[in-house]
């Protein structure tokens, strides 16, 4: 029997196998994670970077606590589990945090977000090595993404060239935070995802705290005195951290690697635009192509054809 359909109706049989809600949960991530970018360059050109991470951290663990005992979810980790959680931290979390945050104090906030989102190209080189098949279509929208980031990277190729050591470091980042993607779809915990993400963030506390105790901390170096530096902090505790890092873990772990990757390839727009419109960058040509690739990898990959039946 043969139906006409609107072009809506045609628009939803293309939507992937995502919920409504994993849409919205999308959405957050990406508009939360997104905005971070300039707030922690904002932040950082006024407390040293490492410090500032660490106590963005020590307030997500605190809330992701509150949290837990609001909603009755245990943080204790089985024994059998616990070297799981300990690698997968040291991948998806320490590496990503520790050079990420390095990074942002040599680049500008946007051009930082644009090589940490290189990170889908290593979550799909990740799955290979541990033997997963990656669709052509899969790598049509890597190819997409690749193309928007180096469309915005070259207006930037001058000072990313003057600061070589800040890309290098935003792209090991970029490489750990793939590899921890692939890896978390993997190798699943079984936990809650709060009570995962608590425990990576609490490994990655420790050693964000001695890497900012060994190479920043000095008698002269206090707590924030003003609020121009708690808000940032308050906003990567509470949101970055306490909401959009377990959001992801979740979705990292519900999702396939290159759909949850692709996924958020808005997100470096968001940093790019919205770096743009609180720090005073001019939008060039190829921002605005980059954003019309980004959104065509991730229609890409989340957009599938529907079946003839």
């Given at each position: 029997?043969?139906?006409?359909?609107?072009?809506?109706?045609?628009?939803?049989?293309?939507?992937?196998?995502?919920?409504?809600?994993?849409?919205?949960?999308?959405?957050?991530?990406?508009?939360?994670?997104?905005?971070?970018?300039?707030?922690?360059?904002?932040?950082?050109?006024?407390?040293?970077?490492?410090?500032?991470?660490?106590?963005?951290?020590?307030?997500?663990?605190?809330?992701?606590?509150?949290?837990?005992?609001?909603?009755?979810?245990?943080?204790?980790?089985?024994?059998?589990?616990?070297?799981?959680?300990?690698?997968?931290?040291?991948?998806?979390?320490?590496?990503?945090?520790?050079?990420?945050?390095?990074?942002?104090?040599?680049?500008?906030?946007?051009?930082?977000?644009?090589?940490?989102?290189?990170?889908?190209?290593?979550?799909?080189?990740?799955?290979?090595?541990?033997?997963?098949?990656?669709?052509?279509?899969?790598?049509?929208?890597?190819?997409?993404?690749?193309?928007?980031?180096?469309?915005?990277?070259?207006?930037?190729?001058?000072?990313?060239?003057?600061?070589?050591?800040?890309?290098?470091?935003?792209l090991i980042a970029a490489i750990c935070w793939g590899m921890g993607t692939a890896l978390i779809?993997?190798?699943?915990?079984?936990?809650?995802?709060?009570?995962?993400?608590?425990?990576?963030?609490?490994?990655?506390?420790?050693?964000?705290?001695?890497?900012?105790?060994?190479?920043?901390?000095?008698?002269?170096?206090?707590?924030?005195?003003?609020?121009?530096?708690?808000?940032?902090?308050?906003?990567?505790?509470?949101?970055?951290?306490?909401?959009?890092?377990?959001?992801?873990?979740?979705?990292?772990?519900?999702?396939?690697?290159?759909?949850?990757?692709?996924?958020?390839?808005?997100?470096?727009?968001?940093?790019?635009?919205?770096?743009?419109l609180w720090l005073g960058e001019t939008p060039h040509w190829q921002d605005y192509a980059a954003?019309?690739?980004?959104?065509?990898?991730?229609?890409?990959?989340?957009?599938?054809?529907?079946?003839?039946?």
């Amino acid at each position: 029997m043969s139906s006409s359909l609107s072009p809506f109706s045609t628009l939803k049989l293309y939507l992937p196998p995502l919920s409504v809600r994993q849409w919205r949960l999308l959405a957050v991530i990406t508009a939360i994670w997104g905005f971070n970018w300039p707030v922690m360059k904002y932040a950082i050109n006024q407390y040293p970077p490492l410090s500032f991470r660490f106590l963005s951290m020590l307030g997500g663990v605190v809330v992701m606590q509150m949290a837990a005992r609001w909603m009755k979810i245990p943080l204790q980790v089985p024994a059998g589990q616990r070297l799981k959680l300990f690698l997968l931290a040291m991948v998806n979390m320490v590496g990503w945090h520790v050079f990420c945050v390095l990074a942002v104090a040599e680049l500008s906030s946007g051009r930082a977000a644009i090589l940490g989102y290189t990170m889908p190209v290593w979550a799909v080189m990740s799955g290979l090595f541990l033997g997963q098949r990656i669709s052509i279509r899969a790598w049509i929208g890597v190819g997409f993404a690749v193309g928007g980031i180096f469309l915005l990277l070259g207006s930037e190729l001058s000072s990313i060239a003057g600061r070589p050591l800040g890309a290098v470091y935003m792209l090991i980042a970029a490489i750990c935070w793939g590899m921890g993607t692939a890896l978390i779809r993997r190798f699943p915990t079984g936990l809650h995802p709060l009570a995962a993400t608590h425990a990576m963030m609490c490994i990655t506390l420790f050693v964000m705290g001695v890497a900012a105790w060994h190479i920043e901390w000095t008698a002269d170096l206090g707590l924030p005195h003003d609020f121009k530096l708690w808000w940032p902090i308050v906003y990567n505790a509470v949101l970055v951290i306490g909401v959009a890092h377990v959001l992801w873990i979740g979705m990292a772990a519900s999702l396939p690697p290159v759909a949850s990757s692709i996924s958020i390839m808005l997100i470096p727009v968001v940093g790019v635009f919205s770096g743009m419109l609180w720090l005073g960058e001019t939008p060039h040509w190829q921002d605005y192509a980059a954003l019309c690739l980004i959104l065509t990898a991730m229609g890409t990959v989340l957009l599938v054809r529907p079946s003839n039946r």
